[in-house]
Structures are given as C-alpha cells and as structure tokens.
C-alpha cells in the first residue's frame, strides 16, 4: 500500500506543475458535445499523469476523462480526473482539484483529490485511513440529518427530483451549493457531513470513494449500495452511518 501512496503522492506533484501556471491565466478552452469546457491545462495534466504511469505502472489499466480507457494486465485500474470543477478553474475559484482513484474491479483500493493552488493534499483508502497534508483525518460524527452541514455542487442537478433538493435545504442544519469534489474533502476533514450528487461520471467519483471510506465515512449510490465502476452517478456521501441511512430513505421517497 505505501507503494500506491507514494505514487499518488508523485502524481499529485506532476499534475500540481503542469495546472499551476494556467490558473487566473486565462486558459485557452474548448466546449465538449455535453457543452462542459476543457482547458488546455486540463489536457496537459492528464498526460502528465498517464505518463507518468507508463513509465511506473505499465502493466495497470488506466481511465482518463479527456483520454479514454486504456486496458492493463494486473486487474489494477487509474481513474483519472485532471481537473474536476473545470468552470471554477476557469473562474480562478480555487475550489476544483485534480482526482485519481485506484481500483482492483470493483473494489476501491486506494485515492487522491489535490487542490494544488491551496496546496492541500487528500490520500486515503478503506484499508490505509485518510490523510491530509499527511496528517490523518476522520468524519465527524452526527447522528441526526437535522444536525448535518450538507453540501452539493449545484441545485440544477436536482431539476426532475425537486424533493432531493427541498430535503437538502429544509431538513439539514445548512447546505452549501458549490464545492465539486473539494466538498468531499471537507466532508474527510469533519467540516461537512452530508454530500449529495446526481449526474457524476466514472471519474468524478472513483477518486472520492476511498477518500471517504479511510475518514470512516459511508458512500453509496441512491437505493443504498457501494459505488462499483459502473455506477449511474448518483451517488450520497455521509460522514455518520446513522444519516447516511436517513438520507438514502428520505432520497427513495423522491424517485
């Protein structure tokens, strides 16, 4: 394990180089057929870190946001998001961060989200604990939802489930919209105890699962199971057990 921890911790370094002179610079950008931008440091850093697993990590597979699948043989996959929350990037918000989530199938093995302008570091896993900036770091327990600071990146993902977003507003202590995967890292730190999203793709999430896991918290998608691969990005993230379940029957009432 200190291996993938040690290489996650090198990766985090690469990609950090490549995005730092970009951001506030205004990035050359481009618009996908989905319509969501992609800048040229998006690209740039996702080759860095392909890169640097072909020359490390050859034989494990590797799935990018900007440069598609590539197949390994050791049953061992890279989930590469280079910068997640892109419009915030581009907007010189220092909210976005670079993913990367390391599975064995299904099964969350190990995971990074780096904010590199902040310099803050998440590296965790269901078997090694969570650390930020290498310190470890734990959920905070809440053992009600009306107790639970909620977080979410935007109420437009809940347009055909209004109850989703009226149960997020109305029935926490408080809720954050904004935040993209950073909200998953304060929801490590104990700052956050309740995140929810409804239109994530492979490498939104692969990353944040075993961060999550290793701070002790639950991460599942809507009906309650453990986020797979192939997961339809619907997922709920808690810091407590007890809301976690709260939330998932609250979120069954609205589909």
């Not at 057929?33 to 590797?62: C, F, M, N, W």
């Not at 780096?114 to 734990?138: C, M, S, Y």
């Not at 104990?190 to 918290?217: I, N």
Request: aromatic content about 8%; overall charge negative.
């Amino acid at each position: 394990m200190q291996e993938f921890i040690d290489h996650l911790d090198a990766m985090a370094e690469v990609s950090g180089d490549v995005i730092r002179p970009y951001f506030r610079a205004a990035p050359d950008t481009e618009y996908k057929a989905d319509a969501s931008p992609v800048t040229v440091a998006d690209k740039a850093a996702e080759q860095a870190i392909r890169g640097y697993l072909e020359t490390h990590r050859p034989d494990d597979g590797i799935i990018g946001e900007e440069f598609g699948h590539h197949k390994g043989r050791s049953g061992l996959t890279w989930v590469i998001d280079p910068i997640d929350g892109t419009k915030p990037f581009i907007a010189g918000r220092a909210t976005f961060g670079t993913l990367i989530g390391l599975w064995e199938g299904d099964r969350p093995v190990a995971g990074l989200i780096h904010q590199p302008i902040l310099n803050e570091k998440w590296i965790g896993g269901p078997d090694i604990g969570t650390r930020f900036n290498g310190t470890p770091v734990a959920c905070r327990p809440c053992a009600a939802l009306k107790n639970a600071r909620a977080g979410s990146t935007s109420p437009d993902q809940f347009r055909e489930m209004p109850g989703i977003r009226k149960t997020l507003e109305d029935e926490t202590a408080f809720v954050i919209w904004g935040g993209d995967c950073y909200s998953y890292g304060l929801l490590a730190l104990g700052g956050l105890d309740l995140v929810c999203e409804a239109c994530l793709k492979v490498h939104d999430y692969a990353a944040l699962v075993p961060v999550v896991l290793g701070a002790g918290g639950t991460m599942s998608d809507f009906d309650g199971n453990p986020l797979t691969l192939e997961s339809d990005g619907r997922v709920i993230a808690s810091g407590d057990p007890r809301i976690h379940d709260e939330f998932v029957n609250r979120v069954s009432a609205f589909r």
